[in-house]
Every structure is written in C-alpha cells, then in structure tokens.
C-alpha cells in the first residue's frame, strides 16, 4: 500500500506536532522488518506452493486474528472444489458475523482476484448445499439459519493498490504490519467494558466515582488481558510497604479501605453515561492503581469479604501524548523508577513483541511477568539455540534494565558508566536520549545478542558474584565489552558504529559453537588482562576492585593492554575469522 503524502499538514503553520504523531503512529522499521521476515521463515518452510499458502494463511489467521492453532488449522478449506474460500474463522454467532477469506502469497495477487473473490462469495451463497464439499455446505447452512452477516477478507503478503469498498475488506502486508503495531501501541483500542458506579460527579472529560470493590474484582477479572497494559508498573505483589498495607487493611478493616487508599484512575478514549450509575468505557486503561487493583483481585480468591468501597477516576484522553502524561504523573504512591517509564517507549515495546517470537518474555513493566499464571508463564519456552547460552532454570526473562545495561557495555563500548551508573541508561536517565533516540533502529537482537553473551560468561566461565574469582566477579560487563570489540575490530572488521553491523552477529549467534569458541577466547583475553602488572598498578590506584571497573578499567592505558592481549591471540583470531567469513 503505498505511503500517502501529509497533504496539506506540511504547510499549516504549527502543524509540526501533529505530523510528529503521525510518524509516531507508524511501525517502526525493526517491528515491520520482524513481521515480515517471521511470515517468510513460517511460509518457506512449505515444501509445495500450495503448502506455503496454507502456511501463510495460517500465519495470518493466529496473529493477526488471533485464532488459535487448532481453530485456525480447521477454518481453512483451500482445496479441491473450495469454491474461491481458502477458510473462514469460528463463528462467534453472539456478534451476527462470520469471515470469509480468500488468500494470496508470492505473486498471485491481482485485482482481478479481488473482483473473483466477490463473484465467489456471491455464488457460494447462492448455491445449492447438496452439491457442496460437507465443511462448506456447513458453513453455507450456518450462515442462512442464522441470518449471519458476511465478512469477506482478502489477505496478502504484497503490497495492494486498491480503492476498496464495503464488501471486501483488504488486508495487504503493509496493514498486517500497521494492525499488529497498532495491537501492541494500543492494546486496549475497541474494546469496550461497563462499569457501575454508586455514585459520582461528572467534570468536562473527567468522571470521579465511588466503585464497591467487588465492582472493581469483576471490572478487572473481565478485562484484564488488556486493561493495566499503559501502566507504568505491573502489580508488584506485595513486594512494597503500600502493597502489605493495602492487604493488611482488606483483611482487618475493609470498610475503611475507601479512607485509606488513594484510588485508581482509569483512562479512556471515550465513555458513555447510561442508566443507574453505569458507565460504558471505551478502550479502558488503569494507568494509576494495578498494585490496589491487583491485591484485591487476589484478595477475593481468598476471602468473600469484599464490603469496602474506593475511589475511581475515570479521565477521557485519546490523545496518546495527554495519556502518558496522566500515567507518569500519577503515579505516586509507590516511587515511579527509570527502569519503570521503560513501558511508556515504543522502542521497548516493539522489542517486547520481536522477542515474544522467539520465545522470551521482555519485562519493560516490574511485575509483569509475575503477575501471570502459571499457566501463561510456561507459554514462554525461549529459542532453541539461543537457550544453550543460559542456565538451565532460566525462566525466559529478559527484564529490560538488565538488557539496556549489557546493550551499554557491549554494543556501545561503555563497560564503566553502564557497570557504575546503570540508571542513567533508563528513562529518564541523563544519557537515555544519547542511545534510545530516533536513529537507534528497534532491533531485538541489539539487546538479545549482549544479554546472551553476559549468561554465558555468568554460566561457564565463572563470572558474576557466583562464579567465585576474586576478580572476575566484577568483570561481566567489561568482559561483554571486550568479546564485541574482538568481533568488531578484529573478526568483522567493523569501521563504525558497532549497530551497524548487528546483522552480521547473527549467524554467530545461530552457530553455538562458534560463539561459545569466542566467548572462551574472550575468556582468554580477560583472564591475560587481569595478570598484566600495569593492571595491577591501576587496580591499586583505583583503590578497590568495583573501582577499578568502575572508573578505569576502560580508560585509555587500560584499552592499551586490552589490545596488546586480544593481538597476542591473532592465530585463533584468523581462524575464527575464516569461519565467520564462510557464514556470512
């Protein structure tokens, strides 16, 4: 679908802001690169044309609407006699709705195929059911019994230059991309949930409330696989002092609760006042109270007791800008750290979703993780490859803080601030906008590739705090710093900036051995480097070791002998070099 012009906003003066947001509102360029290399890597693996289209339709019908596996592997029909129907979703009949799809991967697309798959449908419903395949005449049978409106939905992986009208819905690769970024943007976008009141008063866009706690368990319960998605921080259990006390006060005296608590506050894109306090939310949010929210959630499996009542303040702000504004400036109750506002970035969500795909859960709200069953935790299984380079109980975590600080040390070569100042790094951090600004491509594996590198050092080779060395436990972001500059300077040859080259990493990545080759001669490295005598000498002026590694272990005669060291090593170098050369 080709990208349409700003039209008259480039010439309106003090349309700037607006043609911000507007670019704001696109995917970001990792994100769609993501998308579109995951539906090649799912569609080749077909081994016929046809199977890959199945393949590609099947990829479609689970992310993009979110079928199951199952559903979506019995709602395609393409084949003999499909009658121009390639599937059609499970019929939700409460909606009055069903989708018909007819799909096109590689270079089938026309619009000819468009107008045909109309014509199909026409005919389809038309037809006599006896002289169907049995799945269709089902299908046709449903939809005459029911009255059931038709959908037809026609998917591609190119680009669709189409007008389109109200009787094919188009759903082009460009809008695959945008529908996903636009999921993960705005989680909460068309939905809608009513909520009951005991009583309120109504303010320009603001409502503020009084809601009976078990209200509040069911708003919740009902909701929540999207309502705390804007919140700066997921439910922490009762990890805080405000969280052991809104327990204690729950259980001991929940008719004080209402005097006690400060509330929540939801935002919503629109609401609609209706009859007997009932309010209709559209695209609701609790930006400001999922710690309260979710203590009594988890109170109610306990206990019945749920008489008390609290405040809620129900603003309505579609502008995304006014929203994060309202969610980081009332959060107060419990302190709102850097690494927190990490879940307001977009660069940080686009990483959650691109590692999602691989398996791995990216934490960019404390919490978060925790806050789901157990059932939901075990979905995540990790990458089979990259599994190797992390402890056996590792729960498939990448918590953001960690990730951003190996980023810092390795792919930017600042081992000392990242080691020393790792918050500074975060959001709201003095230096967040040197690194995390427009020109940092959203790249998973700029922070994958780091943090795989730092577990294998902690596992094998006996860094961290458990590995026991005196000295190496200080040393896992320095040597992190230290086996990218092997990579870079000397077996890639990188001239530049180092994200430059962060596509070339990963047939590394993907060959096990021969980055667990690197990481030994790393080790190597490190451990030659900490037996130099002008280490020592520069050690004993740092005083003490988290010093050192602190202030100086990076400065300019130290990175003197880490080159000395890393040259002493150019015979495995070269070898390894001539490996990497053939992979790439």
């Known amino acids: 679908m080709a990208e349409k012009s700003n039209g008259l906003l480039e010439y309106i003066p003090g349309a700037h802001s607006l043609l911000v947001q507007k670019k704001q509102e696109q995917p970001m ?23 890959k289209g199945h393949n590609f339709l099947h990829w479609v019908l689970t992310r993009v609407f979110e079928a199951t596996e199952d559903d979506a592997s019995d709602a395609i029909v393409d ?21 018909l799809f007819q799909s096109k991967y590689g270079t089938s697309h026309s619009e000819e195929a468009i107008a045909k798959f109309k014509e199909d449908v026409r005919r389809l419903l038309s037809k006599d059911v006896t002289k169907m395949r049995p799945e269709l005449a089902n299908l046709v049978t449903k939809i005459q019994e029911k009255n059931l409106k038709v959908e037809c939905c026609y998917v591609t992986n190119q680009q669709v230059e189409y007008e389109g009208d109200d009787v094919v819905d188009i759903m082009d690769i460009d809008r695959i991309v945008k529908n996903l970024w636009d999921r993960i943007k705005k989680p909460a976008a ?10 309120k008063i ?37 990890k805080t002092n405000v969280n052991k006390g809104i327990r204690e006060t729950l259980q001991s005296s929940p008719d004080k609760f209402f005097y006690y608590n400060n509330g929540i506050t939801i935002v919503v894109s629109d609401f609609e006042q209706l009859e007997d306090n ?41 502008d995304e800008h006014d929203q994060n504004n309202i969610t980081k400036y009332r959060n107060s109750q419990n302190s709102v750290r850097g690494k927190d506002l990490v879940s307001l970035m977009d660069f940080h969500k686009s990483i959650k979703s691109q590692l999602e795909n691989y398996g791995y859960f990216y934490e960019i709200q404390a919490g978060s993780f925790d806050s789901k069953t157990k059932s939901q935790q075990i979905e995540f299984t990790g990458d089979t490859i990259y599994n190797r380079y992390l402890p056996d109980n590792h729960k498939k ?54 943090y795989l590198v730092k577990e294998f050092a902690k596992k094998s080779l006996g860094y961290g705090k458990r590995g026991g060395h005196k000295t190496k436990r200080y040393a896992t972001l320095f040597f992190v710093a230290v086996f990218f500059r092997i990579v870079h300077k000397k077996i890639l040859g990188t001239k530049g900036d180092f994200k430059e080259d962060i596509v070339k990493l990963e047939p590394i990545f993907k060959s096990y051995k021969l980055s667990e080759r690197i990481m030994r001669l790393t080790d190597v490295v490190v451990t030659k480097f900490l037996e130099d005598t002008a280490v020592d000498d ?28 890393i040259r002493q090593e150019e015979d495995e170098i070269e070898s390894i070099k001539k490996l990497v050369s053939s992979l790439l």
Do not use: C
Not at 29 to 51: A, C, L
Not at 224 to 230: A, G, K, N, P, T
């Open 29 to 51: 360029e990792g994100f769609s690169e993501n998308i579109r290399g995951s539906i090649i890597e799912y569609t080749e693996s077909g081994k016929s044309d046809v199977e």
């Open 79 to 99: 084949g003999a006699n499909d009658l121009g129907i390639d599937a059609y979703l499970p019929v939700d009949f409460s909606d009055n709705k069903i989708r």
């Open 202 to 238: 109504h303010y320009k866009n603001t409502v503020v409330g009084i809601l009976k706690l078990r209200e509040l368990t069911e708003f919740v319960i009902k909701n929540r696989d999207y309502v705390f998605e804007s919140n700066i921080r997921q439910w922490m259990q009762f």
């Open 397 to 450: 975590v990448i918590v953001a803080k960690d990730a951003i600080q190996v980023l810092i040390a390795g792919i930017e070569q600042r081992p000392t601030e990242s080691y020393s100042s790792p918050a500074q790094f975060l959001p709201r951090g003095s230096k967040y906008d040197d690194v995390f600004n427009e020109n940092l491509k959203d790249d998973y594996r700029l922070l994958l590739y780091p």
């Open 538 to 565: 520069e050690m004993e002026i740092a005083n003490t070791k988290h010093n050192f590694f602190s202030h100086h272990v990076w400065n300019e005669a130290m990175l003197r002998v880490v080159d000395k060291k």
């Open 190 to 199: 068309g939905k809608k949930s009513k909520i009951k009141l005991e009583d």
């Open 278 to 318: 009932n309010l209709m939310l559209h695209a609701p949010q609790i930006v400001n109270g999922a710690q309260t929210s979710n203590s009594i959630l988890d109170h109610a499996k306990r206990t019945n007791n749920l008489d008390g009542s609290i405040t809620v303040t129900i603003i309505k702000a579609d």
